[in-house]
């Protein structure tokens, strides 16, 4: 969750900014249309899963949705805790999300909402065992980039909140361990823009990630070794997590409520070269 005293510091500026859009104040915000959805509680995280062609979206309060991407509710179900990342692995479908403050991995079957398998993310980086503060503000999204021939199938990265305010590149043995109880570590950390960091996604589109901060209200551009290549204004409010569309679309997650589906050009065009 976003550090409460500093929102409310800035509540009444956040609530103006949020009506720029419409006037262009973010690039391309003509092109925006709203999802109220008010069946998903406090969004905090969202993937496009390409093998259904739909969204999945976590909230705050432990849901799980899945969202058809014209903004129609499909699916929910409860995991519980409070969830701040989702992603997925194209090649098996399965669906990944993250649990803040225990900093627990779960692996989810799209079908049915299960839970698989969890992974516990190990706290120590670097020679320092609590280099993710316990109690600290925490893992805030979680993203999976599909590699050949990996021998998991690809890289995960999160953003780490605060405490430290991070990307981190994961390990997580997703197919060289079939234990329902497994455990993860940071294998790389990468300072890419200012605290606090509320999400990140895998943009497929652009070859590189997106790593959201809801309270600059912008979308930090680095590649998969944290290497920073801008940033570019996002609408909404509390946006905490962010989604790629195949027709170039983001469709954004607020925690604040609902979902924006936004067309934008510039930085954050599909086309990594514009």
Do not use: C
Not at 43 to 48: A, K, L, N, R
Not at 50 to 68: N, P, Q
Not at 79 to 102: K, Q
Not at 131 to 159: C, N, Q, S, W, Y
Request: net charge negative; hydrophobic share 40%; aromatic share 8%.
């Amino acid at each position: 969750m976003m550090q409460e005293t500093a929102l409310r510091a800035l509540f009444p500026l956040l609530v103006a900014a949020v009506l720029w859009p419409s006037l262009g104040w973010a690039e391309g915000a003509a092109q925006l249309e709203t999802w109220p959805l008010t069946e998903l509680e406090e969004p905090s995280g969202i993937t496009y899963h390409a093998g259904r062609k739909t969204l999945f979206v976590v909230s705050d309060e432990g849901g799980i949705y899945e969202v058809s991407t014209t903004g129609k509710l499909l699916a929910s179900g409860k995991v519980g805790g409070d969830l701040e990342g989702v992603t997925s692995d194209p090649a098996s479908g399965l669906v990944y999300i993250v649990r803040e403050g225990h900093e627990v991995i779960f692996e989810i079957d799209p079908g049915d909402l299960s839970i698989k398998r969890r992974f516990t993310i190990g706290r120590g980086f670097g020679g320092n065992e609590d280099f993710l503060k316990r109690g600290g503000d925490g893992i805030e999204g979680l993203t999976f980039v599909p590699v050949e021939g990996h021998k998991e199938g690809g890289r995960f990265f999160a953003v780490n909140q605060n405490d430290p305010p991070v990307l981190l590149e994961l390990s997580l043995p997703i197919r060289s361990s079939t234990e329902r109880f497994a455990s993860a570590r940071v294998i790389e950390a990468y300072k890419v823009g200012s605290a606090p960091l509320s999400g990140v996604t895998w943009d497929p589109l652009a070859g590189r990630l997106l790593i959201v901060s809801a309270l600059w209200r912008v979308a930090y551009l680095a590649d998969t070794e944290g290497l920073y290549q801008g940033s570019a204004d996002i609408p909404g409010l509390m946006q905490e997590g962010i989604a790629r569309l195949p027709d170039g679309a983001l469709v954004i997650a607020q925690d604040s409520g609902g979902l924006i589906r936004w067309k934008p050009v510039g930085k954050l065009a599909e086309s990594s070269g514009q």
